[in-house]
Nanobody
């Protein structure tokens, strides 16, 4: 099983990034897919999930969009109107029945 995130980088406040997560080694379409993030000195938090429904943490609602392509085994996180407080390592997670897999993360830095 492998989850590989990409698309992170340095962006100015107000900018946009699109994160991608390439999945392999499991039946992708059967899994809930989520994006988490962990800022320096803080706990990892759920940002967005795509399972039976799509959900977002309040702080990103209206700015971030999660999407998936089951044919390509890919999940994406479109991030708009980025703020310095969005700076974190972003992780992709695949989960089913409470068990799951993590990627190694991609760093997003929002700074002028």
């Amino acid at each position: 099983v492998q989850l590989v995130e990409s698309g992170g980088g340095l962006v100015q406040p107000g900018g946009s990034l699109r994160l991608s997560c390439a999945a392999s080694g499991f039946t992708f379409s059967r899994y809930d897919m989520s994006w988490y993030r962990q800022a320096p000195g803080k706990e990892r938090e759920l940002v967005a999930s795509d399972g039976r429904s799509v959900n977002y943490v309040d702080s990103v609602k209206g700015r971030f969009t999660i999407s998936r392509d089951n044919a390509k085994n890919m999940v994406y996180l479109q991030m708009n109107s980025l703020k310095p407080e969005d700076t974190a390592v972003y992780y992709c997670r695949a989960s089913q029945y409470g068990m799951g897999y993590w990627g190694k993360g991609t760093l997003v830095t929002v700074s002028s």
